[in-house]
């Protein structure tokens, strides 16, 4: 399934257009008075609440055609089941609070922003418009990490790509019906030359045009932890919803911390939080030894995907 496809109302009679634009407006009004419920009445009780509280608040901004807003707000009912869970809740409730707010301010938004947070709403740029009209970049794109996620009967790839020359990361989208395939075109570990075509959000992209030679096979050129760190600052500047960040780390090796949780830690001796259910394999094949590490950052931590070993190769996690 391509990403995309005829949203936002382009190339369509403008009284459907109009008729959901009503409806996104009164569905993220209905979402404004909710998230305030739930602070004015406390977060305590989210921790023992059903999970229809945030079942019935989703379903309703589906029907308002706010289907990634929707999305979001399923996903807090495992917030509350978190260790420091309150603190994460509310930061949560604030973020939606903010893409309410700046939605319904938009006619005052730099247009980059506005974009950015159509986007985040539900009105999707078209495929056809980004291949059209978007930034193009041709590089020698490094594939260094993929990650599938179901929610109903949806899962959604990631595959996360990294510039040779560029340095420039970039995200690649695809979907399928629960049970069928998706597209396994860029695989990690492999070099692919292409242009990509890239959303006004300037992460996610299309691959517009593919060489048909192979690349290299080599490893990402990474950076620090404090060169990632600055990346995504920078990234979070321009979208404060942003939720991951591709990290491409080199020389880094892991290490417990003196309460025995997993860190990696760079040359400069500055690290990062570890999250994975099985350490074993990045312990494993790095044997304490700098590799070059994939994985997506998160405000919880550092979600391994790859790495590369000087002998081994790559190796997924």
Request: proline share 7%; charged share 25%; hydrophobic share 40%.
């Amino acid at each position: 399934m391509s990403e995309g496809s005829n949203a936002g109302g382009r190339g369509r009679d403008p009284r459907t257009a109009e008729r959901r634009e009503r409806r996104v407006d009164d569905g993220l009004a209905e979402l404004d008075q909710w998230l305030r419920d739930q602070v004015a009445q406390g977060l305590a009780r989210a921790e023992r609440a059903p999970y229809r509280l945030w079942d019935d608040a989703s379903r309703r901004l589906v029907d308002a055609s706010a289907g990634p807003l929707a999305a979001q707000v399923k996903a807090l009912a495992a917030v509350p089941r978190r260790a420091g869970w309150p603190d994460r809740l509310l930061a949560e409730y604030a973020l939606l609070r903010l893409l309410v707010r700046a939605h319904q301010h938009r006619g005052a938004l730099p247009p980059r922003l506005r974009e950015i947070v159509r986007a985040r709403v539900g009105f999707t740029v078209p495929h056809d418009d980004v291949l059209a009209r978007g930034e193009r970049v041709r590089d020698t794109w490094c594939v260094i990490g993929s990650r599938d996620s179901t929610l109903d009967q949806l899962t959604t790839r990631r595959v996360w790509l990294r510039g040779a020359t560029s340095g420039r990361s970039a995200l690649v989208l695809s979907f399928a019906a629960r049970g069928r395939p998706l597209d396994a075109s860029l695989t990690v570990g492999t070099g692919v030359d292409a242009v990509l075509a890239f959303y006004p959000d300037d992460l996610r992209a299309l691959v517009a045009k593919r060489a048909e030679r192979a690349a290299p096979r080599t490893a990402p050129s990474g950076t620090s932890v404090r060169g990632m760190l600055d990346e995504y600052a920078a990234a979070l500047a321009d979208d404060p919803w942003l939720d991951r960040w591709p990290a491409a780390l080199a020389a880094v090796r892991p290490a417990r911390d003196e309460r025995g949780d997993l860190h990696v830690l760079d040359g400069a001796g500055d690290a990062l939080p570890v999250r994975t259910g099985d350490p074993w394999p990045l312990l494993a094949v790095s044997g304490g030894g700098p590799v070059t590490l994939s994985g997506e950052w998160t405000p919880e931590g550092l979600h391994p995907l790859a790495l590369w070993h000087p002998e081994e190769g790559v190796v997924l996690l």
